[in-house]
């Protein structure tokens, strides 16, 4: 296990799974202020994005806005999911910029928050984002592509008060999504 990976024990804490609100509830448009990663429930919000992802089916990542919460935290597992080539395991970050980013393609996207509906959005396939890790307040930086740099955008934007619908090119990659049985 690396320094990024998530870890409940080393961390003393048990996350809670938390309701994931959705769109059109106004912590999801505003963005969020900065964290103390240190702080105990920073800490525990932390868990509790951890928690409530690892309940969600086909979820690989979850910001602290998605919850109810106005903070620059989340988290992200793309452990196993096909279109990912490299992958840090589950990893929560606070305060996350991008640091650079480069060959931009449109890939299909989806959201908790969004729960109906999908859309086209043009995101970097590789990125270097820089962070905070909650507890220690370690300034980490990750080198990613592909997928796991999807999804890292994507909870970045949430953060932000962004939605993927707000990086649609417009109506027409906006799709009902499709449910699998």
């Known amino acids: 296990m690396t320094v990024l990976e998530w870890n409940e024990q080393r961390l003393g804490v048990t996350g ?3 309701p994931v609100v959705t769109a059109p509830a106004e912590v999801l448009s505003q963005p969020s202020p900065p964290v103390d990663p240190s702080d105990p429930q920073i800490v525990q919000l932390a868990a509790d994005l951890v928690a409530t ?3 969600s089916p086909g ?3 979850l910001a602290a806005p998605q919850v109810g919460v106005a903070a620059q935290v989340f988290c ?4 196993g999911h096909p279109r990912s080539k490299i992958c840090h395991g589950t990893f929560v970050l606070c305060n996350a910029r991008i640091v650079s980013a480069t060959r931009w393609e449109r890939g299909r996207e989806g959201c908790m928050s969004v729960p109906h509906l999908t859309g086209d959005v043009k995101r970097a396939t590789r990125l270097t984002v820089a962070g905070q890790l909650p507890g220690t307040g370690e300034e980490v930086v990750i080198e990613t592509n592909a997928f796991e740099a999807r999804a890292l955008q ?5 953060c932000a008060g962004l939605l993927f619908l707000d990086r649609v090119p417009g109506p027409h ?4 999504r499709k449910v699998y049985l």
């Open 16 to 18: 809670t799974v938390r």
């Open 53 to 55: 992802m690892r309940v």
């Open 59 to 61: 979820c690989v990542g």
């Open 76 to 79: 992200v597992d793309t452990s």
């Open 154 to 158: 994507h909870e970045i934007d949430h």
């Open 173 to 176: 990659a906006v799709y009902a």
